[in-house]
């Protein structure tokens, strides 16, 4: 299926989707996105920071998009700047400073790719410097780079996009409705868990290049597992309990790859939300049998986000059953149908899971939010709703992190609170 | 008064539950109780699972004397006595021809015969002493589609009669109802035999007070009102397909006998042997025409 194909059933889906209640209001920037643009576009000049390997994901989705133009490209490491440039046609000017890159007046907005230490520095320069900012997650750091950041989008009415592309994949969005809805009942957990089997390395040409290029095993760029997969279903569960956690504690090491990293190779967290719900939470590189899932249960049922299935607690009942259970109430004395075979959950649909979104579609959101962030730059329309979802999402994975390093509960800071 | 509902999937189908004046806890644990109970019993009996016990037994005891469960072999034994009773139309031995595995096959004459002469309940031998069950057909495979769930029912209602509940009706798979007591509002709990082709149209009306009925059916009728046959109902005796449109609807105060019945009837009205019990017993069928009219036969 091509991006072309796929955006025409998203759009199709997700005109329906967000005409619910929940997403239409809480999501209005999907809403517009899904009333088709059509095929002629405004163009939107964008910048590149940081051509690595997601910059070079995110590039192979900017080129399938129409109306959006990356006219420069920015990396400090010689390689990654030449892909990048080679992936614009070689038409893209090249920056190794960020700042210079900040300077032509000529681009809409930026596309931050680089390593997480750097995000909130380059997001509050560049929305400082009078530009719309996509950054990739997690929003920062530290708690205090995350306000900041928050903080310099309200200062400079500026749209500050964080990387969580679930909030733009269908199926997530089909969701979401389906949760608010009420189809599981009230959500009292929501377990996650991201497992995979490599040592989340990359090829380092030279031994001085170790720390630049695998910078997320350091905790002096990077936080790990919690930023750079946590996150993710940290968000997804905030937003499905439309909340935060208030506290959060657990466990983590180094158990596996004793190879000189420092982040840890393993993490296990629980999460408490004011209702007393809880995320539990685990992220492994050492084993990938379960693969990644978030799992949010109330009282009616399961849902299974990454794979799109949703359990029912209880089959459909028999029918005529409610109407004779009503009939009882009313006081009416009305038989109850008998059928002949036996009734059997379709293909055993209902009792193996039911597909919540019946198209697959190739693109995980990705390209979606792409569109999305070159749609609100030509509407000049920031989103607040889905900004706090990352700010909330990246300090929650952030405390996860300290209460693993002091080995305490860790409360929500009242200051960090919007 | 209180009325409380439970639901739950057991045994590839559903079980549907009201009862009358229990209280909702009550009403929780014996859904607990009873889902537990079922899958106790799927655990033995079901064919789909290759590590139940009757799969295991059906792969193992071909030539060897296999040790089974007290319920397994109560069960095997039940369903030798009314193979007896039914004059060999109930014969669950046979489920290599009649059960699961026939669905959509179609074979030769000759592997019919084949299977006929080679299968059946009536090459299972039973040590009572030692419980162990032998086959002595390559062929036997017991397939628990024509009694599993009238088994299941009976369990359900040995549960309940020992909890003391006496208001309750229980749908299972909703071609299997057992009614202890009565309707809050009448004298007996109303079912209606629907027409399979209008669904909400009564083709038989049946009053039940503390019995089960159990229905059988050779097909279903599709969304575009097309009757479908299962494909997988067949005499053992012959191997021919019963495939006209028709149900067979039995009513008795034990629900395994229920559901033998109406499995069995559904091939030959006649099945019974002379001496078979009546009393107390109701069986009809609904037989379709190929203008989708009804008859109702009333076969005792």
Excluded at chain 1, 211 to 240: C, D, P
Excluded at chain 1, 266 to 279: A, F, H, K, M, R
Excluded at chain 2, 50 to 72: K, Q
Excluded at chain 2, 279 to 290: H, P, R, T, W
Aim: charged share 25%; net charge negative.
């Amino acid at each position: 299926m091509t991006y072309k194909q796929s955006r025409r059933i998203f759009l199709q889906k997700t005109a329906l989707i967000t005409g619910g209640l929940f997403l239409g209001s809480h999501l209005p920037d999907l809403r517009t996105l899904a009333a088709d643009q059509g095929e002629t576009t405004e163009e939107v000049k964008l910048g590149l920071i940081g051509s690595g390997s997601r910059g070079q994901y995110l590039m192979d989705h900017l080129n399938l998009i129409p109306g959006i133009e990356v006219v420069a490209v920015c990396d400090n490491y010689q390689p990654n700047l030449t892909m990048g440039v080679q992936k614009t046609g070689g038409k893209a000017e090249a920056f190794t400073d960020y700042r210079k890159l900040l300077e032509r007046r000529d681009i809409d907005g930026v596309i931050i790719a680089t390593p997480l230490h750097l995000h909130s520095l380059m997001s509050v320069d560049a929305l400082q410097a009078g530009l719309h900012v996509f950054c990739e997650k997690a929003m920062a750091k530290t708690p205090r780079e995350c306000l900041d950041m928050y903080k310099t989008q309200l200062q400079t009415g500026k749209i500050l996009l964080i990387g969580h592309q679930r909030m733009f994949n269908p199926r997530y969005l089909k969701a979401f409705e389906m949760i608010n809805s009420g189809q599981l009942g009230d959500i009292t957990q929501i377990r996650a868990y991201w497992h995979r089997n490599n040592d989340w390395r990359r090829a380092v040409p030279e031994p001085g290049l170790e720390r630049k290029i695998n910078w997320r095993l350091y905790w002096e760029y990077s936080e790990g597992l919690m930023t750079e997969l946590g996150s993710h279903q940290i968000q997804v569960a905030n937003f499905i309990k439309k909340d935060f956690p208030r506290r959060v504690a657990g466990t983590g090491s180094i158990n596996y790859w004793h190879d000189g990293r420092e982040v840890f190779d393993n993490v296990n967290l629980v999460y408490e939300y004011p209702d007393g719900s809880t995320l539990i939470y685990d992220s492994m590189i050492s084993n990938a049998h379960y693969g990644l899932e978030e799992q949010v249960m109330g009282p009616k049922g399961t849902m299974e986000l990454e794979t799109g299935k949703m359990y029912s607690e209880n089959p459909p009942p028999a029918p005529g059953i409610l109407q004779l259970l009503n009939n009882i109430e009313h006081k009416i004395f009305d038989p109850l149908p008998l059928g002949g075979k036996s009734w059997v959950p379709e293909t055993a649909r209902e009792a193996k899971g039911e597909y919540i979104y019946e198209v697959d579609l190739e693109d995980d959101g990705t390209a979606l939010e792409m569109e999305g962030f070159a749609q609100m730059i030509r509407e000049n329309r920031h989103s607040d709703i889905l900004l706090r979802e990352a700010y909330y999402g990246a300090i929650a994975a952030l405390l996860g992190n300290e209460a693993i390093k002091k080995g305490e509960m860790i409360t929500f800071p009242e200051e960090y609170i919007l | 008064m209180n009325t409380e509902y439970r639901n739950f999937f057991s045994m590839g189908t559903r079980l549907d539950a009201v009862f009358i004046n229990i209280g909702d806890e009550k009403a929780d644990i014996l859904a607990t109780r009873l889902s537990n109970e079922l899958d106790k019993l799927e655990n033995i009996l079901s064919n789909y699972k290759a590590d139940s016990e009757l799969s295991i037994l059906n792969r193992t005891a071909y030539g060897n004397d296999i040790d089974v469960s007290p319920c397994l072999f109560d069960t095997i034994t039940l369903c030798i006595d009314y193979y007896g009773m039914t004059n060999g139309v109930f014969d669950p031995g046979k489920g290599k021809l009649t059960g699961s595995d026939s669905r959509k096959k179609r074979r030769k004459e000759s592997e019919i015969y084949f299977l006929i002469e080679s299968s059946g309940i009536g090459l299972v031998e039973l040590n009572k002493s030692r419980k162990t069950v032998r086959y002595h057909g390559e062929n036997v495979k017991i397939d628990s589609g024509g009694f599993g769930k009238g088994l299941a029912i009976k369990r359900v209602k040995e549960i309940l009669v020992s909890e003391g509940i006496n208001n309750a009706l229980i749908s299972f798979g909703e071609s299997s109802v057992l009614a202890l007591g009565a309707h809050p509002h009448g004298n007996h709990w109303p079912i209606a035999v629907t027409d399979i082709y209008k669904k909400q149209s009564v083709a038989r009306l049946a009053g039940l007070t503390n019995k089960s009925i159990s229905t059988s059916g050779t097909g279903f009728v599709n969304d575009k009102g097309i009757f479908t046959p299962s494909y997988n109902v067949f005499d053992p005796r012959t191997g021919e397909s019963v495939d006209e449109p028709r149900t067979v609807s039995v009513i008795s105060d034990d629900p395994l006998e229920a559901e033998i019945l109406s499995t069995s009837l559904l091939i030959d009205f006649d099945c019974l042997a002379g001496g078979f019990d009546r009393s107390g017993k109701e069986a009809f069928a609904v037989i379709y025409d190929l203008r989708k009219n009804f008859v109702v036969t009333e076969i005792f």
